[in-house]
């Protein structure tokens, strides 16, 4: 850094030389000096340019190391709020596959009960219809007729 803070020398020799091949007249000390002051601040505000550019940019640099600690900061804290977050879906999840499971081994036991009864079930309608027709072969004779249409209808339940 302290390279760009040190002044460039100027050999006044030089332009001195410079300054002495004008045309039809001879080197005036005063011209010279003038020349050298005009180029002496030339160089100065160059060198200020210069100066000033290089502030700006350190600036400007340590501007946007700044913007990116803090962006970087930001996407630390959106990972961790992320990274819990996806933990409590996680355990979510186990605990909706968890009650997923049991619901399911419900249904198969409350499946497997409705079979029963529906088995139960059918072997008590045909228990009764047994019953009725018993039932109907034993009335007397004088009700033979009534008893052929308890035995129609109650063929037709059966089928």
């Not at 186990?94 to 419900?106: D, P, T």
């Not at 059918?122 to 308890?150: K, S, W």
């Amino acid at each position: 850094m302290q390279a760009f803070d040190r002044t460039i020398p100027i050999n006044t020799s030089v332009l001195e030389q410079e300054s002495s091949f004008t045309f039809g007249s001879a080197p005036n000390s005063n011209d010279t000096s003038l020349e050298t002051t005009e180029q002496e601040n030339t160089l100065t505000v160059e060198d200020s340019r210069r100066l000033r550019r290089m502030k700006s940019n350190r600036e400007s640099a340590r501007r946007s190391r700044m913007r990116k600690r803090i962006h970087l900061e930001e996407l630390g804290i959106q990972l961790d709020q992320l990274q819990a977050q996806n933990h409590d879906l996680r355990t979510q999840l186990r605990s909706v596959l968890s009650r997923s499971s049991l619901v399911r081994q419900e249904n198969k036991r409350l499946q497997i009960e409705a079979l029963l009864f529906k088995k139960r079930l059918d072997e008590a309608q045909t228990l009764l219809i047994i019953n009725r027709l018993h039932r109907v072969n034993n009335v007397p004779q004088n009700f033979q007729a009534f008893r052929r249409g308890q035995v129609s209808a109650l063929a037709s339940l059966i089928v």
